[in-house]
């Protein structure tokens, strides 16, 4: 038996936004374990490889009530604004209720007033669902206790993940660092390349690594679901305070650079590398590596 089956036989998974991208892996992760999973989702799909039950789960119909109440295990893997609106009152009290969400803090403050509801868990995968789960840290915030929470992150771990437990003003704090403030660099480095109005295949011709390396994330993440980012960025308490921190640090490079004290700069280098924790060393190997990738690259800097 499966460490995230219940003692009933006829208990199943509930997947609501199944055919997205982060539902699409955990569905596929559970069905590889042999456990039944109901796919929910608002639209059917007609080159649906499987059959998806349509239900808007901010109001369920008969059949989604019923889909739901039998479920041991219910998956939002759905934007933020549709799980704050989900009507889960046909959840199972001895259920488990797992959401998916960008930022956590808001769905905490949401399942206070959901008493009913039993354990429940947040996990947010830190890698697009595409690139599979193994080797990759997934955050994940207890929201309420229970045996069922224990047995869902060690079916994570036991599908490769690497667990990072933390509580979700933590998680959003981290967050806010680790994606807001990333794809929103990423965002203003392509805003400023369209800007400056260069062909691209001479772009494309002379680009070094490192401008190749973004071109490639920029293209990753324009090339997304727009909602998560949309997510990421408007949902989390702390990204405002990220972005006003990465336009106060383009304003002071700028500022430097200006003001023609190379020793000025030299010392900028040495504070940005403070963010590293110590582990620059670690990181230009990982660079290396990477650069490595992107052999097809004219320059060498």
């Known amino acids: 038996m499966n460490s995230v089956r219940h003692s009933r036989s006829d208990d199943s998974v509930v997947v609501v936004g199944?055919?997205?991208?982060?539902g699409s892996l955990m569905v596929e992760l559970l069905r590889g374990d042999g456990i039944a999973v109901t796919i929910v989702d608002v639209h059917a799909r007609p080159d649906a490889a499987t059959p998806i039950t349509v239900g808007n789960i901010t109001d369920p119909d008969d059949l989604l009530v019923s889909v739901l109440a039998r479920a041991a295990t219910v998956?939002?893997?759905?934007?933020?604004s549709v799980a704050l609106a989900a009507d889960l009152s046909a959840v199972r009290s001895d259920a488990l209720l797992v959401e998916t969400l960008s930022v956590k803090s808001g769905f905490a403050r949401?399942?206070?007033?959901?008493?009913?509801?039993?354990?429940?868990?947040?996990?947010?995968?830190?890698?697009?669902?595409?690139?599979?789960?193994?080797g990759r840290p997934v955050a994940a915030v207890v929201h309420r206790r229970g045996p069922p929470v224990d047995a869902f992150l060690e079916s994570i771990a036991r599908w490769g993940g690497r667990v990072v437990v933390l509580d979700a003003a933590r998680h959003d704090r981290l967050a806010a660092a680790t994606q807001a403030l990333t794809h929103a660099s990423v965002l203003a480095f392509g805003l400023a390349l369209a800007e400056l109005d260069l062909p691209?295949?001479?772009?494309?011709?002379?680009?070094?690594?490192p401008h190749t390396t973004m071109l490639a994330v920029l293209a990753r993440i324009t090339g997304g679901e727009p909602e998560v980012y949309w997510d990421v960025q408007a949902g989390n308490p702390h990204a405002a305070e990220a972005r006003a921190a990465l336009r106060r640090a383009a304003r002071q490079v700028s500022e430097t650079v200006d003001s023609g004290s190379e020793a000025e700069f030299a010392r900028?280098?040495?504070?940005?590398?403070?963010?590293?924790?110590?582990?620059?060393?670690?990181y230009r190997a990982v660079c290396a590596e990477m650069f490595g990738i992107v052999r097809?690259?004219?320059g060498n800097r």
Do not use: K, T
């Open 296 to 298: 097809g690259s004219s």
């Open 200 to 209: 691209f295949v001479e772009i494309d011709a002379v680009a070094p690594p």
């Open 18 to 22: 199944g055919s997205g991208a982060v």
């Open 268 to 282: 900028l280098l040495s504070q940005a590398e403070a963010a590293l924790g110590g582990s620059g060393d670690r």
């Open 75 to 80: 998956i939002l893997a759905v934007p933020e």
């Open 110 to 134: 949401h399942l206070n007033d959901a008493d009913h509801l039993g354990a429940a868990v947040g996990i947010n995968p830190m890698f697009a669902p595409s690139l599979g789960m193994s």
